[in-house]
């Protein structure tokens, strides 16, 4: 074969997901509990589904407006007002996304210029990192402290910012550690941005699944609306996560240039998922708080097992994670991860992939039936015997 | 974190422990021990009852739901006659709805034959019940909220992000 010439510098300097070694490890045997998986185990609120079979009987097979069904966008700004008090324009401060991960592709590239540096606290969510790379930026991670329940300490944070820096990007509650931040540690992250010109981009999917009271998006903290991105989507709230669909919220010039991103790449979002979504957000919510119920029995259950088994954690206050550590049993978190499904069959997911910070921990996901949940602690506890 | 959580925990497993109650509530195990007696006293508990898939343990049992048409007692509605229909071992429900029809009824027997007797000879010859209309039972899809169908493959990759 003639050489070719070599690919992207960028793209080829992030490695591949650390995920992926434990999905082939875990998918190929038998009897496998995984408490590995980052979706809910609920299907789609069946009236959404409904609707949706319905709109592709009815035709909903075309392309929508760039920005999405102006309906779901109305109905999505409403929520938010109504919920949580934050207010954004449907026509123009507001876009449907491909989930979350398209929202936060077309956040970091109206953002950034190359070389600006964007902090990103960890443990965090996998792709936090490598999507300011591929928008060629810099990510700064910042480690966050387990002790302190992985609150956003503006002073650790504060003290990672240069003249380089553009932006702070989180996701409240967490994946990985289920952590949810408080109004006045957000405030805190406010002011910190106010005082260095910094954004704040807030991912918010798990926004409905709180346990301890409910959630406080980041522009809703005093000064912080004009310089925060709320992305946001239906994928954990209504288990709707292969539907792709999401939205981001940010200031006019922002969105205006996301939405120029957006038209030339995406197009929309799928039109029968916006249908769903739509339908999700007027029928299901009594699903989402019976979900959002039986979520945290299973949290209760499985931390208090954890707890008494000494792998201790935070107590997760959203999200359906738990990040025990594991550092009482004297391994890394790959030995403990690869030891624990070789030997017992539970996948969890080895901490150091959301960030070096979280060597020493796994991420458990809770969004598992109650007798795997306890059937998993037994395991667990016959591993670290 | 309200007293409810209780509830909605015994009514998917009423083997609960008063132990397994007070860890998925996060409530204390005296306060739930405490709040089950009183409901078990009051009546907000009527009873512990197992959902028990009679047709999968190889009993057959046939049931049908019989429309009836009452004529009204002055004075006493259709208590009288409803309450007298619902003291039959063979009635498993009896409601009073709207419609053409004046009450629902589930009989219950372990054949064709049994129930149809019963309607023939017990039901219809009640006192002011002056026609029934009988449906057969075929297939139950959902029964108590709980669908009856096979459960939906978990399709979910075993490790995701």
Redesign the interface.
């Known amino acids: 074969m003639p050489p070719l010439k070599p690919f992207s510098e960028i793209v080829r300097a992030v490695p591949p ?1 650390g ?1 992926r070694k ?2 082939d490890l ?2 190929g045997m038998q009897g ?1 509990i ?1 408490l ?4 809910p ?1 609920f ?1 789609t609120p069946w009236s959404a589904r409904e609707a949706a079979i319905h709109a592709l009987e009815h035709g909903a097979t075309t392309y929508t407006s760039n920005s999405g069904l102006l309906a779901l966008r109305e109905a999505v700004c409403t929520d938010l007002a109504d919920r949580y008090g934050v207010r954004y324009r449907a026509e123009d401060e507001c876009l449907i996304t491909s989930g979350v991960s398209e929202g936060l592709d077309l956040t970091l590239r109206a953002l950034l210029n190359p070389g600006d540096e964007v902090i990103v606290p960890e443990p965090c ?3 936090y990192a490598p999507c300011v790379a591929f928008a060629g930026g810099t990510p700064v991670p910042v480690a966050l402290d387990p002790a302190e329940a992985y609150r956003l300490d503006p002073v650790r944070i504060g003290a990672a910012v240069t003249e380089r820096t553009k932006a702070v990007l989180f996701g409240s509650p967490s ?1 990985p550690t289920g952590s949810a931040q408080s109004a006045s540690d957000l405030a805190a992250m406010a002011a910190l941005a106010v005082s260095h010109d910094l954004w704040l981009l807030s991912d918010e999917i798990y926004d409905r699944l709180t346990y301890h009271g409910t959630h406080t998006p980041a522009s809703a903290a005093p000064g912080a609306w004009e310089r925060t991105v709320l992305l946001g989507g239906f994928s954990k709230s209504y288990a709707m996560t292969g539907w792709r669909v999401g939205y981001v919220c940010a200031p006019e010039p922002l969105a205006q240039l996301m939405h120029r991103i957006h038209q030339y790449t995406m197009l929309c979002a799928p039109h029968m998922s916006q249908v769903a979504a739509l339908e999700a957000m007027r029928t299901a919510q009594d699903d989402v708080e019976e979900m959002v ?1 039986d979520y945290d ?1 299973r949290r ?2 499985f931390a ?1 097992g954890l707890d008494e088994l000494g792998l201790t954690c935070p107590e997760p206050g959203g999200a359906f994670y738990v990040f025990p550590s594991i550092r009482s049993t004297g391994m890394t978190s790959q030995e403990f991860a690869e030891g624990l499904l070789e030997q017992e069959k539970v ?1 969890v ?1 080895p901490g150091d992939v959301f960030g070096p910070s979280g060597d020493g921990h796994v991420r458990c996901s809770y969004a598992t039936a109650l007798p795997q949940l306890e059937q998993a602690l037994e395991r667990i506890a016959r591993f670290i015997a | 974190m309200t007293m409810r959580e209780i509830l909605t925990v015994l009514e998917s497993d009423a083997h609960a422990s008063v132990e397994r109650i007070a860890t998925l509530t996060g409530l204390d195990e005296a306060a739930v021990r405490e709040q089950i007696a009183a409901w078990e006293a009051s009546g907000v508990i009527r009873r512990y009852k197992t959902v028990v898939d009679w047709d999968r343990f190889g009993d057959e049992r046939v049931t049908a739901f019989v429309d009836v048409t009452v004529a009204p007692e002055r004075g006493r509605g259709f208590d009288d006659v409803a309450e007298r229909i619902a003291r039959f071992r063979e009635i498993r429900n009896v409601h009073l709805v709207s419609g053409a029809q004046d009450l629902r009824v589930e009989v219950e027997g372990a054949s064709m034959k049994e129930v149809a007797d019963f309607v023939a000879q017990k039901l219809s010859g009640i006192d002011r019940v002056t026609a029934t209309d009988t449906h057969f039972l075929l297939r139950r899809y959902k029964d108590d909220g709980q669908l009856l169908t096979d459960p939906e493959p978990d399709q979910r990759l075993a490790v995701s992000p």
Do not use: M, T
Request: charged share 20%.
């Open positions: 997901s995920i434990f999905f875990a998918q496998v995984s590995g998986v980052g979706e185990d299907p969510y996998v792709a994946n119920a029995r209760r259950l208090k996948a997911v």
